[in-house]
């Protein structure tokens, strides 16, 4: 058990530099900016509540519940690729016992 273990590790590992690798940063990216854009309108739209500019505020905080869902989004399609990039180690070692 513990060499198939590090079989799949080298497998994922070692598969670095293809498209998948190469989409799977971009999600990673993706996500951090969303992340980023989220925190930064959050921050606005209090100056704005503060400031006694509550239309303003609403607005940005519809926008920032739709970069929530676009994260989210972002987020399990990750998960996914991921997922399925362990079952393909998985099956790969399982080939080689």
Same mark, same amino acid.
């Given at each position: ?5 590090? $079989? ?8 670095? /530099?293809? /498209? ?12 951090? /900016?969303?992340?980023?854009?989220? @925190?930064?309108?959050?921050? $606005?739209?209090?100056?704005? /509540?503060?400031? @006694? ?27 996914? $690729?991921?997922?399925? $990039? ?12």
């Amino acid at each position: 058990m513990h060499n198939l273990f590090f $079989r799949l590790l080298h497998q994922l590992y070692t598969n670095s /530099g293809d /498209g998948d690798d190469v989409m799977m940063n971009e999600q990673v990216n993706a996500i951090h /900016g969303f992340g980023e854009q989220i @925190g930064t309108k959050l921050a $606005r739209a209090e100056e704005l /509540g503060a400031e @006694g500019n509550v239309d303003e505020s609403l607005k940005l905080m519809e926008e920032v519940e739709a970069l929530k869902k676009q994260k989210s989004e972002a987020e399990v399609c990750l998960l996914h $690729r991921i997922y399925c $990039r362990l079952l393909e180690a998985v099956l790969a070692a399982e080939d080689c016992v």
